[in-house]
């Protein structure tokens, strides 16, 4: 059973818009959540987090937003820029001292120039 | 500049040969991970490392094994390579604490015939 959902395989925005990638989780005990970026042929690289603590976390054009009662996270990108089209993983993790990472499978999104 | 690297970066093999992939990284982290990405699933955890003489099993060990004999190396072996085992492998490392990020390699492209 997957405890992290992305539902929307890919998401199309016009440059300049803002771009919302929708992460759901049924796992009460995560506690730390992570939004991870990929190009192609690349690894994944780290983009922005959250603690359970916080409803919002703020880094220049991303914003991650949680939602603890409702178990769901958001990543707002403001402006979208082209070189943002990438998959984008919703990772989370549960308990102190626990390093193991469950990631969701990822949002293709599309940045139009 | 510290990394982490994968080598080989494609491999093809058949079906019942034994295959080692490695991993190394520079920036002396304590914590190694290795990962399989499928199409429709995201990242699933393979096997991890808290340290050195450390592995555990993760949600999909099944016809893999690590081995940790220093602080900068995960080698990631299939016993028998099955045709299921095609994918792409990620390896991550990261420092001492539960919220610290994970780094990843570039990825090792695996086809078993």
């Known amino acids: 059973d997957q405890q992290v959902k992305q539902n929307s395989p890919s998401l199309s925005v016009q440059e300049g818009r803002i771009s919302i990638l929708n992460c759901d989780y049924t796992n009460s005990m995560f506690d730390y959540f992570l939004w991870y970026k990929k190009y192609p042929a690349e690894g994944p690289t780290f983009l922005i987090s959250?603690?359970?603590?916080?409803d919002k976390n703020e880094d220049g054009r991303f914003t991650v937003f949680l939602n603890k009662s409702a178990k769901h996270l958001s990543l707002h990108i403001v402006p979208s820029q082209p070189g943002d089209s990438a998959v984008y993983f919703c990772a989370a993790s549960s308990g102190a001292g626990s390093y193991q990472l469950t990631f969701g499978k990822g949002t293709k999104l599309s940045v139009i120039p | 500049d510290a990394e982490i690297t994968q080598s080989p970066r494609h491999k093809i093999t058949e079906t019942g040969r034994q295959v080692t992939l490695a991993c190394h990284q520079t920036?002396?982290?304590?914590?190694m991970f290795w990962y399989r990405q499928d199409l429709g699933h995201g990242l699933r955890l393979i096997h991890y490392?808290?340290?050195?003489?450390?592995?555990n099993k993760g949600e999909v060990s099944d016809g893999y094994s690590v081995s940790r004999s220093n602080t900068e190396d995960l080698p990631l072996t299939l016993e028998s390579a099955a045709s299921s085992q095609t994918s792409v492998y990620f390896c991550?490392?990261?420092?001492?604490?539960?919220?610290?990020?994970?780094?990843f390699g570039p990825g090792t492209r695996l086809t078993v015939l």
């Open positions: 920036w002396n982290h304590n914590n």
């Open positions: 490392s808290y340290g050195v003489q450390d592995t």
């Open positions: 991550a490392s990261s420092d001492g604490q539960p919220t610290d990020t994970q780094y």
């Open positions: 959250i603690s359970s603590i916080k």
